[in-house]
């Protein structure tokens, strides 16, 4: 299939429409203001408009573009919510603030690149084949999420909205009638198709010790539950090399992260405290299933226990959450391959990634998921931003695999 005469992305309403969404802060719990714009978008663009309301001030959005019959389904998929808020002290640069700035060929601002950068592009390439006439055969849908940021709610500190994240939206949204043959997820991918992606579990190891007062601690600060714990994260750096090769994917080793360590009172360090607690995130790759990484992850800590009878050790998993993969020869990525090839004058690379995704609740509901989006990189010290002519060249892509998934009237 060639270009269509006609197809063009307006580089000015693409710029307008990605720096609308930026100005709209929604960080994980708070995407209602991008929902409510992004539903006069599609109404203005005569899609059917359903409005899933998730949870309280949390919708997803979904337009669908009906088409004339005998085609696919296709989806594109991306989630509102953003990584930060603009209010952390430690990320001061201004691609980390809710406030859209075009420097040059770039465009600065907070979710530009995850993901609001790829709504702008979808949007703008089903303008796109409006302004020409273009009657697809299958139904073209835009699905905006709420709750893909990794994050989760854990104990009775963490509670609420702003931690419901892991796919929260899309699970939702597949209940709810967000089906799809296939989906694109314009997550940030440099342009490559992302055959895979690992999974996550979340796990807590916990010590326990006395909790008694600093001046009866004499002689005993081998049982305070800090102290123990630092045995037990000896252990887990001396065990992760081992997950790493186990778990390799794609070429790459797996990957575990110590991402947080609580135990004590920073307002009371005259008393020991009764339990430290560590968190690991440990990412499973998609041909390991869930169930079989936790029994592999019980067996370890079984053995951890054993080592450390006098500790009181004990572990929870709060946070399960399936990779996805789809095949190199699948028709949505030989459409993307092929709209590629036709924009950049090459083919696309191929990758696997230890991100995680929506395609993880997707493709458990048949939909084949393929991660392929602008970006440029992960955000240096000013933030994230993306290049204008990658956004424009972007939609272009998705307009033309639109046409090749879902077919044209002649």
Request: aromatic share 8%.
């Amino acid at each position: 299939m060639k270009q269509r005469a006609g197809i063009q992305i307006d580089r000015r309403s693409i710029v307008e429409t990605a720096s609308d969404l930026v100005n709209i802060s929604s960080p994980t719990g708070e995407e209602q203001g991008v929902a409510e714009y992004l539903a006069r978008a599609f109404h203005d663009m005569r899609l059917h408009v359903q409005w899933q309301e998730v949870e309280e001030g949390r919708p997803n959005v979904l337009g669908t573009w009906r088409g004339e019959g005998g085609g696919k389904t296709l989806m594109f998929n991306g989630h509102m919510d953003t990584s930060y808020s603009g209010r952390e002290p430690w990320l001061a640069g201004r691609g980390f603030q809710p406030e859209a700035r075009v420097e040059g060929d770039y465009l600065f601002g907070l979710g530009i690149s995850n993901m609001k950068g790829a709504l702008a592009c979808y949007v703008e390439a089903v303008r796109a084949l409006q302004a020409a006439g273009v009657r697809l055969k299958g139904d073209l849908l835009i699905a905006a999420v709420v709750g893909e940021i990794e994050k989760t709610q854990w104990g009775e500190e963490f509670r609420g909205k702003e931690y419901r994240g892991y796919a929260a939206g899309s699970r939702h949204l597949v209940t709810h009638g967000g089906v799809a043959d296939m989906c694109v997820l314009g997550e940030p991918t440099e342009q490559r198709i992302v055959l895979g992606h690992y999974g996550s579990i979340w796990l807590r190891l916990s010590t326990r010790g006395p909790f008694m007062h600093t001046a009866f601690s004499g002689g005993r600060s081998e049982e305070n539950s800090i102290a123990r714990m630092g045995d037990v994260l000896r252990a887990v750096l001396d065990w992760i090399p081992d997950w790493q090769a186990r778990t390799s994917y794609g070429g790459k080793p797996g990957v575990v992260n110590v991402g947080s360590i609580r135990g004590g009172f920073p307002w009371r360090v005259s008393r020991t405290p009764g339990r430290t607690d560590l968190f690991l995130d440990v990412r499973v790759p998609p041909t390991m299933p869930m169930a079989e990484a936790r029994t592999a992850l019980g067996d370890w800590v079984r053995g951890l226990q054993g080592r450390f009878p006098d500790y009181g050790l004990d572990w929870e998993i709060y946070v399960s959450a399936p990779g996805a993969e789809i095949a190199e020869d699948h028709e949505l990525v030989r459409a993307i391959d092929a709209s590629h090839t036709e924009v950049y004058g090459e083919a696309p690379e191929r990758d696997t990634v230890r991100w995680f995704s929506d395609a993880s609740v997707l493709t458990r509901y048949g939909i084949a998921t393929v991660n392929y989006g602008t970006s440029s990189g992960l955000p240096g010290a000013e933030g994230e931003n993306l290049e204008i002519k990658g956004l424009v060249d972007t939609a272009q892509v998705y307009a033309l695999t639109a046409q090749r998934v879902c077919g044209v009237e002649p």
